[in-house]
C-alpha cells in the first residue's frame, strides 16, 4: 500500500521484549517475588521467569532461585551440591532432598575407598542441577561426576564469595 510506512514486526518484538526485560530486573532488584513482579508488569509469572532466564542465561550464578522453583514445590526444601573426590579428583554435581550431610555419609557408605569433601551446597532443585550439568557438559566423565575443571572450581569460589557478601 502507498503512503503507509512498513513496519518490521521483528523489530517492535524486539524492543517489546527490551522493554519488559529492564521492567522485570527492576523490579526483581527490589526483592518483589515473581508472581508480584508478574502483577505489576502484567505478564504471567511464566513469563516473568522466561524473561529473567533469557536475561542471564550464560552466568547461572545471578539467576534467583525462585526462578526454577515449581508451584507445587518449594525449592528450598532441597539443595544443590559440589563433592569432591579427593583421590580422583572428581567433582560430583547433585541434588538431594534430605540434608547435604546425610547425602554425604550415603555416599561414602555406597564407595568406602573414597575420601569425599563437600566443597559447597546451595538451595536448589532438580532444574538448577539440570542447568549445571549443562553447563560444565564439557567436563563430564559419566553420570553426575565431571573433570576437576578450573571453570568448575571458579563457579563454585564465586559461589562461596556470593553467599559471604550476603552474609555481611
Not at 23 to 39: F, G, N, P, T, Y
Not at 87 to 104: H, L, N, P
Request: with cysteine.
Amino acid at each position: 500500500m502507498r503512503g503507509v510506512e512498513s513496519v518490521d514486526i521483528s523489530l517492535l518484538k524486539k524492543e517489546y521484549m527490551v522493554r519488559l526485560e529492564h521492567e522485570v530486573i527492576k523490579h526483581r532488584k527490589k526483592k518483589l517475588s515473581l508472581r508480584d513482579i508478574a502483577e505489576k508488569v502484567g505478564v504471567s509469572h511464566m513469563e516473568v521467569k522466561r524473561v529473567l532466564l533469557r536475561a542471564d542465561k550464560s552466568k547461572f550464578i545471578d539467576i534467583p532461585n525462585d526462578i526454577y522453583a515449581d508451584d507445587k514445590m518449594d525449592v528450598y526444601n532441597s539443595s544443590v551440591y559440589f563433592i569432591r573426590d579427593n583421590i580422583s579428583k572428581r567433582i560430583k554435581i547433585g541434588t538431594t532432598t534430605g540434608g547435604v550431610e546425610d547425602r554425604m555419609a550415603r555416599l561414602t557408605a555406597a564407595s568406602p575407598i573414597s575420601d569425599l569433601e563437600m566443597l559447597f551446597s546451595i538451595e536448589g532443585d532438580n532444574n538448577m542441577e539440570r542447568c549445571l550439568h549443562r553447563r560444565f557438559k564439557k567436563y563430564r566423565l559419566h553420570g553426575e561426576w565431571f573433570e576437576p575443571a578450573q571453570e568448575i572450581l571458579d563457579y563454585i569460589k564465586k559461589l562461596k564469595i556470593k553467599r559471604e557478601n550476603e552474609i555481611d
